[in-house]
Every structure is written in structure tokens, then in C-alpha cells.
């Protein structure tokens, strides 16, 4: 979970099967799980799950991926480092692989960008000095199971 910076409150939700999510948290809210979801049950041939829908009486997701990226981590960038980004939210991926840049506007999130980086990221956060640090998942797989590392990532071409 993350304020944004109007001061509400988002999350990102692994969801099952196709359902990961990021919803904008209300109070006293029911995000449906697990009688609605736009996924499936893992393991499930066919949509068993009722998606959300209106006047369902629970507060949909503001945006739901195609393909999940097993969000992990998020945070909204408030640094100068990356000042296209200021404003922004960026999570992890595990199951991408990758960071994701999410855009605001009002209740709307979409996807600005989604940056490979060919390990599973666990967590991400700002350092004070406007840096944005990522930690790797432990390699998995056959030879899996060691340790992660920690990333540190810089701006290329101070964009």
C-alpha cells in the first residue's frame, strides 16, 4: 500500500489467476474476495469467478492486468532524479520480471511504462536522495534458491 500524492490510498493485490490488481482503498470497503474477481481460480478450465461488476456491492479494482504481473511493492516518487516519474507509482514484478510505472488521473491508473529487468523484483522504494532501490527475489528455478541482491537504479540520460 501507498498515499499517493492527494493523500488517498492505493493497493496493489495478487489476485488469482489473472486477477492482480490495484485498488483505490475505501473505508469500510469490500473488494469482493474471493465472491467477485476479474481472475479465475488457480487451476480452474473455465471463469469461475463472478467479475466485478456494477452495483455487485463491492468496490472494483481501478485497474486489473491482462497478463498479471505478480505485483510486489509500490511506492509514489516524490524525487527530482527521476522527475518524469514525480507523481508516479512504481511497483515490482515478480512474475514479469520487471518495474512497472503506473499513472494516475483522478480514479484512473494506467500503465506508462514497464521496464525489463530480467530477475523477479520483490520490494521497491525511494532513498532520500531521490535514488530508487529494488530488491531482487532469490534466483529460482533448478539452480535457484540463493541469495538476492539489492539494486540501486540511476536515471539514463536524466529521464
Known amino acids: 500500500m501507498a498515499f ?4 488517498r490510498q492505493w493497493q496493489t493485490e495478487h489476485g488469482p489467476q489473472g486477477g492482480d490488481e490495484i485498488n483505490l482503498i475505501k473505508p469500510s470497503g469490500n473488494y469482493g474476495w474471493p465472491l467477485a474477481s476479474n481472475g479465475q481460480n488457480y487451476g480452474s478450465d473455465a471463469d469461475d469467478l463472478p467479475d466485478h461488476a456494477p452495483d455487485d456491492g463491492f468496490v472494483a479494482p481501478r485497474f486489473t492486468w491482462n497478463v498479471p504481473p505478480a505485483p510486489a511493492g509500490m511506492f509514489f516518487y516524490t ?77 539514463v540520460f536524466g529521464s
Open 79 to 155: 524525487g527530482t532524479r527521476f522527475a518524469a516519474w514525480r507523481g508516479d507509482a512504481i511497483i515490482g514484478g515478480l512474475r514479469s520480471c520487471s518495474l512497472i510505472r503506473l499513472k494516475f488521473s483522478g480514479d484512473d491508473v494506467a500503465v506508462a511504462q514497464e521496464i525489463p529487468m530480467n530477475v523477479r523484483i520483490r520490494h521497491v522504494s525511494q532513498a532520500p536522495d531521490g535514488s530508487i532501490w529494488a530488491i531482487e527475489d532469490f534466483p529460482t528455478g533448478p539452480k535457484g534458491g540463493g541469495p538476492g541482491r539489492v539494486l540501486k537504479l540511476e536515471p
Open 4 to 7: 499517493g500524492p492527494d493523500g
